[in-house]
C-alpha cells in the first residue's frame, strides 16, 4: 500500500512568487492534513480538509490556502512568498478523523 | 491552547544504553503518537497511543491520559536511533490538528 505522496520534494522561488504543493493521500483516506515545519516555530498546524471541506484552518495568513478534491487528493498554495516562508511542508493523511495520521516525505521551499 | 512539553531537549548515549523520552500536555487528549523524524524530514510513526502501553521490538511506549504523560523508552539503542523524536497530541472536543512538542534530539554514538 502506497504511503503518502508529496510533490514536489524539493523547490526554490524567489520573494513574491507563487507555489503550489501537492498532497496524495493512502488510498482510502480522506482526511488531509498539513504542517509547516521551521526552525524557530517547529511544528505547527496549517490546515485540514475532510470530504472536500476546509474543517481547521491554523493561524497563518491568508496567502496560505488549499484544496481537497473530490479523489481526496490535496494541493496548498502558499501566495506573494516571503523569505520567512521558507520551511518543510509536511501532509498527512488519516482514514477518520481525529485517527492515526500518516504524514509524508514532505516538500522542503526555500524562498530567496 | 494545549501546551506540548518534551524532555530532555537533547540527549546523547552510547550504543547499547536505555534511555526515557518524556511528554507531558495540559490537557485532556483524544490521542497521543510518537514520530521519529528521519535525516530527510520525513516523520515516521512511532506509536499511537492516547492511553496503555505498546511495544515494537526495542521501542515501547507508555501514556497515562489521567496524568497527562507519556514516555517512550528505548532500549539498546543503536545510531540509526539518532534523529528527532517527537510527541503530538489531538486535543479533546476542539480542531483536527495534532499539536507537537518540540522535539528531544537523540545522538547515538558508536
Known amino acids: 500500500k502506497a504511503g503518502v505522496t508529496q510533490t514536489p520534494r524539493y523547490l526554490i522561488k524567489t520573494r513574491g512568487q507563487q507555489v503550489t504543493l501537492s498532497c496524495s493521500p493512502i488510498?482510502?483516506?480522506?482526511?488531509v492534513s498539513w504542517y509547516q515545519q521551521t526552525p524557530g516555530q517547529g511544528l505547527q498546524f496549517l490546515f485540514e480538509?475532510?470530504?472536500?471541506?476546509?474543517?481547521n484552518k491554523g493561524n497563518f495568513p491568508g496567502r496560505f490556502s488549499g484544496r481537497q478534491f473530490s479523489n481526496s487528493r490535496s494541493e496548498m498554495n502558499v501566495s506573494t512568498l516571503e523569505l520567512g516562508d521558507s520551511a518543510l511542508y509536511l501532509c498527512a493523511s488519516s482514514l477518520a478523523l481525529a485517527g492515526e495520521l500518516f504524514f509524508g516525505e514532505g516538500s522542503r521551499l526555500t524562498v530567496l | 491552547g494545549i501546551q506540548v512539553e518534551q524532555s530532555p531537549p537533547d540527549l546523547i548515549l552510547q550504543e547499547g544504553a536505555n534511555s526515557t523520552l518524556r511528554c507531558n500536555f495540559s490537557?485532556?487528549?483524544?490521542?497521543l503518537q510518537w514520530f521519529h523524524q528521519n535525516p530527510w524530514g520525513q516523520l515516521i510513526n512511532l506509536f499511537y497511543?492516547?492511553?496503555g502501553t505498546k511495544q515494537n521490538g526495542r521501542l515501547s511506549a507508555t501514556t497515562v491520559a489521567t496524568e497527562r504523560y507519556s514516555l517512550l523508552y528505548i532500549s539498546s539503542s543503536q545510531t540509526t536511533d539518532s534523529g528527532v523524536y517527537f510527541c503530538?497530541?489531538?486535543?479533546?472536543?476542539?480542531?483536527?490538528?495534532?499539536?507537537f512538542g518540540k522535539g528531544t534530539k537523540l545522538t547515538v554514538n558508536p
Open positions: 480538509y475532510f470530504s472536500e471541506t476546509q474543517r
Open positions: 497511543i492516547p492511553s
Open positions: 490537557d485532556s487528549v483524544n490521542n
Open positions: 503530538a497530541v489531538l486535543i479533546q472536543g476542539g480542531s483536527e490538528k495534532l499539536v
Open positions: 488510498s482510502g483516506h480522506r482526511s
